[in-house]
């Protein structure tokens, strides 16, 4: 048995983004583990997540992300000590400055913040935390082989202390589970995740305004409102740009599965769920081949340079226009899919915590 802490303090925010969604996903594979003893640390809103797992909200007496810092420097140390964890493990990044009393396993998805990709506040916290932490860690656990080598170079850290496990698709999408339907157009385009810039909505806007008048298909916008950490894009509704608002999960399913093409021509990122999820809907994926994308879409997608209006446009037209393309596409993309679950992500983070412990 394995006596495992999570620093939760993350979990708790209103409009949890796929990073705190992998870590609650992550969370919950290592709870259902038999061999594990989880205690998490955090605000007790938390033990609506996890009903059946302990939950230490010890001095947290303000569910305030100002807060759950100071908290968390403040507090974690303690915790560790009180419980006499074999290992804490931290998925946001969220690590201690100082070495504690156990090992420390900490997830770093990507460098964006470091890179200038995130709002001056959040951007100054991360350049501050971020490397003291993973410093401090004895494992940084990472979703690609792409943030790996970012991270190396970025936090100048030894590959050999790097693990890399790739995110899980949720069962809503894998399984055979209904869709709800929506109220959206009858043809059309499809984005999801949110407006940052570095997402790159607006070039997917500037290729769709070209084509638009020789197809009969809308643009179909769906997100969270941008966080405040992340610098912003603002993008009107029109007649042709439809932004749905909130969705459930079973909505957006409907949402992938009837449009006829995903589009998503980020810049940067470092994995890319919501390509992976169109695809497990059986929908053809448009996708730049920046960054992380090549690496964890494959052959399965049409990739286009970010950079280039002509090329988001000519990728977007040869999935609408060739039909046999596109039906490989969605063979592929089906494929594709089932290869990153949470419970094998679950399985593959337990083995580095259970690395760290008996180091």
């Excluded at 810092?69 to 074999?86: C, N, S």
């Excluded at 080598?149 to 069962?171: A, F, H, M, Q, T």
């Excluded at 020789?214 to 992340?230: C, D, R, S, T, W």
Aim: glycine residues 6%; hydrophobic residues 40%.
């Amino acid at each position: 048995m394995i006596r495992v802490g999570i620093n939760a303090r993350t979990f708790s925010v209103d409009e949890p983004g796929g990073a705190v969604q992998a870590g609650i996903n992550v969370t919950k594979e290592i709870i259902s583990d038999e061999s594990v003893e989880v205690v998490l640390f955090g605000h007790e809103s938390v033990s609506s997540l996890f009903p059946d797992t302990p939950v230490d909200s010890s001095i947290y007496h303000r569910d305030s992300q100002l807060y759950g810092l100071l908290w968390e420097r403040t507090a974690i140390p303690y915790l560790v000590k009180k419980h006499e964890l074999d290992v804490l493990y931290c998925p946001n990044g969220n690590g201690p400055f100082h070495r504690v009393s156990c090992p420390v396993v900490m997830s770093i998805m990507d460098v964006n913040a470091q890179k200038g990709m995130s709002s001056g506040v959040h951007q100054l916290y991360r350049k501050l935390a971020v490397p003291p932490a993973a410093r401090a860690a004895n494992h940084i656990i990472t979703i690609s082989n792409f943030s790996k080598r970012e991270i190396e170079n970025s936090l100048d850290l030894p590959s050999s202390k790097i693990r890399v496990v790739y995110p899980g698709l949720k069962s809503v999408y894998l399984d055979d589970v209904s869709a709800v339907k929506c109220d959206l157009p009858e043809e059309y385009i499809l984005y999801v995740g949110a407006l940052n810039p570095r997402k790159n909505v607006s070039g997917l806007i500037r290729a769709y305004q070209r084509l638009k008048n020789e197809i009969p298909h809308k643009l179909v916008l769906i997100g969270p409102g941008n966080q405040a950490i992340f610098k912003n894009l603002d993008v009107e509704e029109s007649d042709d740009i439809i932004r749905p608002g909130y969705l459930s999960e079973r909505e957006l399913k409907f949402a992938y599965a009837n449009a006829d093409a995903f589009v998503f021509p980020s810049h940067y990122e470092g994995f890319g769920l919501p390509p992976l999820e169109a695809m497990a809907c059986g929908t053809p994926v448009v996708a730049s081949r920046a960054t992380a994308l090549p690496e964890v879409l494959g052959n399965a997608a049409e990739l286009v340079d970010s950079t280039s209006t002509d090329s988001i446009a000519e990728g977007i037209t040869r999935v609408l226009a060739d039909s046999e393309y596109s039906e490989l596409l969605v063979e592929k993309g089906r494929e594709r899919a089932m290869l990153y679950t949470w419970e094998k992500a679950g399985r593959q983070t337990l083995a580095v915590l259970k690395a760290a412990q008996n180091k």
